[in-house]
């Protein structure tokens, strides 16, 4: 079974992007975020054109989470918000607060939940869950205290209804980059968000309930990122952070065979999103493909070195 996670950075733009990479990748399932549209947008006929039934969960211009599933898997007890109710509309015409003092992430469409069940594979059903963390903007902003409170809600929300036994995929763009080896630079972003100490004991309280970094577990080298800056050629100097993730129970974890961040799609045509796809594949390789991490990795290090002859000073 192929469980990858891939913020989209706008459903309605990338769609031929994403359909693209659904026939090369052949996921079982995906959990997508940042899909911006509202349900009634939601394109499900166009997945179903795929073979996948789609799972939404939406508010409009902003945020939104989906599941993707192979025809056939099903899914079952659908939560989204963490069960806390429905969120705001912040459709067209919709009048939505934008300021610091009004930031709730708890009202936004960040979380959707379900139960899938691959039938006749090992395990039984998986319970999968796709979210988008708040981004935090300003380490000590209104918008940084949001984000710790909507990890603390996620964490609790696992205490009160998940079991560190059961077999459980918990993905999507997390914002964190939990060491100074998911950074280009550790220097370079100190003191920032997605690296300080609390956002980073956020991550870890969900490690210590018992959630393994399943892509950690089959790749312990740095230099992978997930996300790059649309600016300055970030994606081709390779200048990115690993903030998507795929944390797993100890069950789905003992089954993972292979992992891969497809770093191919982050490139264009057709407009691709500031994220790469992360895929992890349980029991047996899924359909293979080429995300030419060596490749660029040494055409990026062919650039930045001194041409013979000279002295590099440090």
């Known amino acids: 079974m192929r ?3 891939w913020n989209v950075n706008s459903l309605k733009a990338r769609q031929e992007k994403v359909e693209g990479w659904l026939e090369r990748a052949a996921p079982d399932v995906l959990l997508l975020q940042e899909t911006k549209l509202g349900d009634d947008d939601a ?3 166009a997945f179903a054109m795929a073979g996948y039934d789609l799972v939404h969960h939406g508010e409009g211009r902003w945020n939104g989470v989906a599941i993707a599933l192979r025809e056939g898997l099903g899914a079952a007890d659908v939560v989204t918000n963490f069960g806390d109710g429905p969120v705001r509309d912040s459709g067209p015409g919709a009048l939505v607060a934008e300021g610091e003092e009004d930031f709730d992430p708890s009202d936004e469409a960040r979380m959707v939940a379900a139960t899938v069940d691959p039938a006749g594979a090992a395990g039984g059903p998986i319970r999968v869950v796709s979210l988008y963390a708040p981004n935090g903007r300003v380490v000590d902003s209104p918008f940084f205290a949001g984000k710790l409170a909507w990890f603390a809600r996620l964490e609790r929300w696992l205490r009160e209804t998940a079991d560190p036994g059961g077999p459980l995929v918990l993905g999507g763009d997390l914002n964190i980059a939990p060491t100074d080896a998911d950074v280009w630079d550790a220097e370079a972003v100190h003191g920032g968000t ?7 004991a956020a991550f870890q309280a969900l490690l210590d309930w018992g959630l393994t970094d399943a892509y950690r577990r089959r790749h312990p080298e740095s230099g992978r990122y997930t996300w790059w800056d649309y600016r300055a050629g970030n994606f081709h100097k390779n200048l990115g952070m690993r903030i998507d993730h795929l944390l797993v129970t100890r069950p789905i974890a003992d089954r993972v065979v292979w992992a891969e ?9 057709p407009i691709p999103s500031d994220h790469a796809p992360l895929v992890v594949d349980l029991d047996t390789p899924g359909r293979p493909f080429d995300a030419d991490w060596d490749g660029a990795l040494s055409r990026i290090a062919a ?11 440090r």
Do not use: C, N, Q
Request: hydrophobic residues 25%; aromatic residues 0%; without cysteine.
């Open 303 to 313: 650039r930045t070195r001194p041409p013979s002859g000279t002295i590099s000073r």
């Open 43 to 45: 394109p499900l006929m």
């Open 261 to 269: 961040i497809d770093r191919e799609a982050r490139k264009g045509p």
């Open 194 to 200: 997605h690296v300080s100490p609390p956002e980073r």
């Open 3 to 5: 469980i990858a996670t």
